[in-house]
């Protein structure tokens, strides 16, 4: 089984930075593919970013230009680092790891992140 832990995320200001991490479990780290997703009051959840083993990346189009994933296998470590944040990036942001093989997507706890003046 992976665990997931993550990390970083607050109150921020309009037009702010915040950086989330999240670091797994286990040995294989590097062959997982990892994601960030979001999820707002009242809404279901929406991939944020994805990013694979091989480092090429996705992401969704309220996203892309201000956010950037990112990993460091030596760490175990999947970042997300948001800027320009608005409002409407208020949610509970939660990682996700896709081991190969498994049929089985792991999910962090979630963190809050809330973007208000």
């Known amino acids: 089984q992976v665990q997931l832990v993550e990390s970083g995320g607050g109150l921020v200001q309009p037009g702010g930075s915040l950086r989330l991490s999240c670091t797994a479990s286990?040995?294989?780290?590097?062959?997982?593919?990892m994601g960030w997703y979001r999820q707002a009051p009242g809404k279901q959840r929406e991939l944020v970013a994805v990013?694979?083993?091989?480092?090429?990346?996705n992401y969704a189009g309220a996203a892309k230009g201000r956010f950037t994933i990112s990993r460091d296998n030596a760490k175990n470590t999947v970042y997300l680092q948001m800027n320009s944040l608005k409002p409407e990036d208020t949610a509970v942001y939660y990682c996700?790891?896709?081991?190969?093989?498994?049929?089985?997507?792991?999910w962090g706890q979630g963190t809050q992140v809330t973007v208000s003046s």
């Open positions: 286990g040995s294989a780290f590097s062959i997982y593919a």
């Open positions: 990013i694979s083993s091989g480092n090429s990346t």
């Open positions: 996700t790891a896709d081991p190969p093989i498994i049929m089985r997507r792991y």
